[in-house]
C-alpha cells in the first residue's frame, strides 16, 4: 500500500460489521437446524476463513451482497483441517458448538499468533467441566462427548472472549444451566446472546459478568443484524485525528466506544455523539493522553492500542500506554521509529513522545491492528509511506484505502514485482 502524505481525511465514513461478532456467529449458526440468514458481514479474510470452515464440515453457505446464508442441516464432519486452524486462532470458537451438534470434533491447536501465544487453556477446562472429553496428541484435540454436553456452574480466571463465547455456544443446548461467571462483558456477546435467543436459546445476563444458560433441545434458525464493528470506528477516528480532518461516521454504536471517546477529547478532539453516528474534529496540535490502560470491556479495548498509539505520535508531549491483556501487543512501533515517532516499550509499558511531525518510509505490518497503526501514521507522515504486509489488513478492514481515498487521501495498493520485493529484503539488510 502506498500513501502519500500529509493528507488530512475530511468527509463521511461508513463502518462495517464486526469481524469478532461475525466469527462467533457463524459458528452459533453449526447449532440451527434451519437456515440462518446473517446481514452486515463484512468481506474479510477472517470471515472467508470461517466460511471455509462451515463448508468443510458440510454447511451450506452462500453470500448476497452483505448477507450470508447458511444451512448447516446437512452438517456432517467434525473436523477441522490444521491449515484452517492455524489460518485463523480464533477457530477455537467453533469446538463448543460441533461438539454440541456432533458429540465429536477434531482440531489442531489453534497455535501462536502475532500477539504472543495464545492459549486456549480456558476454553478447554470450561469444556472438561461440561463433560467434553479431550485428548491432546501431536498437536491436534480429539472430542468426544458421552451423549449430550451438561450444564454446569464454571468460572473464569480471566474473562476471555472467546471462553465466554466456547461456553455459551456449549451451553446453548445442553442437558440443563450453565452459570458462567466473570464472563466476558463485550458487545459481540451481547451479540451473540441476542442471535441465540432469536433461535430459540435461553441465554440471560450478557453484558455483566455473570451469563445463564438454560439448555434446550435444538435451536432453528434466525435472521439478524450483525452490530458495527467498534475497532474500525476507533481506527477511523484515529486516522482522522492524526491527520488533523474532520470526519462523520455512519452506523456507529457510540454506546460501544464508551471508555474510547474520552481518549480522543483528552487529545483536544471535538466531538458530537448520535445514536449511530458520530462526528469528530481534529485539534491544530493534538495533546497527549497521560495514560491509556487496556482492559476487558467496558474498558479501553486491546484492539484500538496500535491505531490511537500511531496517532497519539505527533501529540505535543508524551502518552503513557499500559497493555495488560496481550503479551506483545507492541511489535508494531518498531516500524512506527521508521516513520519518525519516538516510542520507548518496556514490558507492559510503552510511552509515545510526540514529535512535531513524522516522515514517510516503507514499513511491514506485524499484525492486524499493528497494520492500521501503520496506515493511521502513514497518513500523517510527509511524503511516501510504502506499507507491506496488507493480508494482516484484510484480515479486519473491508476497504480501507478506498474509504480513506474517498475522504480525501492519497492511498493505494500497489502491485509489487519479486524484483521490488529482492530490493527491499537487499535494503533492508544494509540497516
Ligand atoms: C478476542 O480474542 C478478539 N478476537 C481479539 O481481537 C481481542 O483482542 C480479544 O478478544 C480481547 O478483546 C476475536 O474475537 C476473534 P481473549 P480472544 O480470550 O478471544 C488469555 C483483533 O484484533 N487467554 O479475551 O482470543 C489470552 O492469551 C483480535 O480483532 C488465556 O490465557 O481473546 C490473552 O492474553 C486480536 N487462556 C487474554 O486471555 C485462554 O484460554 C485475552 O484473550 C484464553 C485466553
Given at each position: 500500500m502506498r500513501i502519500d502524505g500529509p493528507c488530512k481525511l475530511n468527509g463521511e465514513l461508513r463502518v462495517h460489521g464486526a469481524k469478532n461478532s461475525t466469527l462467533p456467529l457463524l459458528a452459533a449458526s453449526l447449532l440451527c437446524k434451519t437456515e440462518v440468514v446473517l446481514h452486515n458481514c463484512p468481506r474479510l479474510s477472517d470471515v472467508e476463513t470461517a466460511v471455509r470452515i462451515l463448508k468443510t464440515l458440510g454447511c451450506r453457505v452462500k453470500r448476497e451482497e452483505e448477507t450470508l446464508l447458511i444451512d448447516s442441516s446437512s452438517l456432517q464432519g467434525g473436523e477441522i483441517p490444521e491449515t484452517l486452524m492455524r489460518e485463523m486462532r480464533s477457530s477455537i470458537v467453533f469446538l463448543g458448538a460441533i461438539v454440541s451438534r456432533l458429540g465429536k470434533a477434531r482440531l489442531s491447536f489453534p497455535g501462536g499468533c502475532e500477539l504472543g501465544p495464545r492459549p486456549i487453556d480456558l476454553h478447554l477446562a470450561a469444556l472438561r467441566r461440561m463433560g467434553l472429553q479431550i485428548t491432546e496428541d501431536h498437536g491436534c484435540l480429539d472430542c468426544t462427548v458421552p451423549g449430550r454436553l451438561t450444564g454446569c456452574p464454571i468460572s473464569l480466571s480471566f474473562p476471555s472472549v472467546g471462553a465466554t463465547e466456547n461456553v455459551m455456544l456449549a451451553a446453548a443446548c445442553a442437558k440443563g444451566t450453565t452459570v458462567l461467571s466473570n464472563a466476558a462483558r463485550e458487545p459481540e456477546i451481547v451479540d451473540l446472546a441476542d442471535f441465540l435467543n432469536a433461535c430459540g436459546a435461553h441465554v440471560s445476563g450478557a453484558g455483566g459478568s455473570e451469563i445463564v444458560i438454560e439448555g434446550v433441545p435444538s435451536l432453528h434458525g434466525c435472521e439478524h443484524r450483525v452490530i458495527p464493528d467498534r475497532i474500525v470506528a476507533a481506527t477511523y477516528l484515529a486516522a482522522a485525528a492524526a491527520s488533523g480532518g474532520e470526519v462523520l461516521l455512519h452506523d456507529v454504536e457510540c454506546a460501544h466506544l464508551r471508555l474510547v471517546l474520552p481518549v480522543f477529547e483528552e487529545a483536544g478532539c471535538s466531538m458530537k455523539v448520535m445514536q449511530n453516528q458520530l462526528w469528530l474534529c481534529a485539534p491544530e496540535r493534538l495533546r497527549p493522553v497521560k495514560c491509556i490502560r487496556t482492559l476487558p470491556y467496558p474498558g479501553f479495548p486491546t484492539d484500538a492500542q496500535a491505531p490511537v498509539m500511531a496517532m497519539l505520535c505527533l501529540a505535543d508531549g508524551a502518552s503513557v500506554f499500559v497493555e495488560n491483556?496481550?503479551?506483545?501487543?507492541?511489535?508494531?512501533t518498531g516500524e512506527l521509529l521508521r516513520l519518525g515517532a519516538r516510542i520507548k516499550v518496556e514490558g507492559r509499558v510503552a510511552v509515545a513522545e510526540g514529535v512535531k511531525s513524522l516522515s514517510g518510509a516503507s514499513v511491514q505490518a506485524p499484525d492486524l491492528r499493528g497494520g492500521a497503526a501503520l496506515v493511521v501514521a502513514g497518513l500523517a507522515s510527509e511524503g511516501t509511506t510504502l506499507i507491506s504486509g496488507l493480508h494482516h489488513l484484510d484480515r479486519g478492514y473491508e476497504g480501507l484505502e478506498k474509504a480513506f481515498s474517498e475522504t480525501g487521501a492519497r492511498i493505494q495498493r500497489e502491485k509489487i514485482t519479486l524484483e521490488d520485493r529482492k530490493e527491499e529484503k537487499d535494503a533492508a539488510s544494509t540497516f
Open positions: 491483556i496481550f503479551e506483545n501487543r507492541y511489535k508494531y
